[in-house]
């Protein structure tokens, strides 16, 4: 595959259309179930708050992938990523009631790198707050 967006039509401030990313506790089963990490702070809610977080809390790993989806959406390719990392700041605490938890991820072109890349800087929220920090991905645009 090959990204869908043109290098030459992406200006440095260029939006990404933000998305937001329900997680309930079923979510993280499921993720707990395909990634093998079954850390019972990410689903025993007495365990989690037995080690002092506020509930449980959504995979870190998780959370950086929904995250990049903003990224691989846009470009219409996952493989035109080739570089991602980011800093963890806060859990995405997940409650157990019908609502879960809500992450919101907005992106923008922070730079462009002139060899067909470019840098894009992501913001991930959850309850208000930066969940994630220093998010950023390098793309190759078609």
Do not use: C
């Amino acid at each position: 595959m090959t990204a869908n967006i043109a290098y030459d039509d992406v200006e440095v401030g260029t939006e990404l259309p933000a998305q937001t990313f329900p997680v309930t506790r079923a979510t993280l089963v499921r993720y707990a179930g395909a990634s093998g990490d079954f850390n019972p702070i990410h689903w025993n809610e007495k365990f989690a708050k037995e080690v002092g977080l506020p509930d449980v809390i959504a995979h870190g790993m998780f959370t950086m992938a929904e995250a990049i989806r903003v990224v691989t959406d846009w470009t219409g390719d996952p493989g035109a990523v080739v570089e991602y990392g980011v800093r963890f700041t806060k859990p995405v605490v997940v409650p157990n009631d019908n609502e879960g938890a809500v992450i919101e991820v907005s992106a923008k072109v922070a730079d462009k790198l002139g060899d067909g890349t470019v840098r894009v800087d992501l913001t991930a929220k959850s309850a208000g707050q930066k969940v994630l920090g220093m998010s950023r991905a390098v793309v190759r645009l078609a």
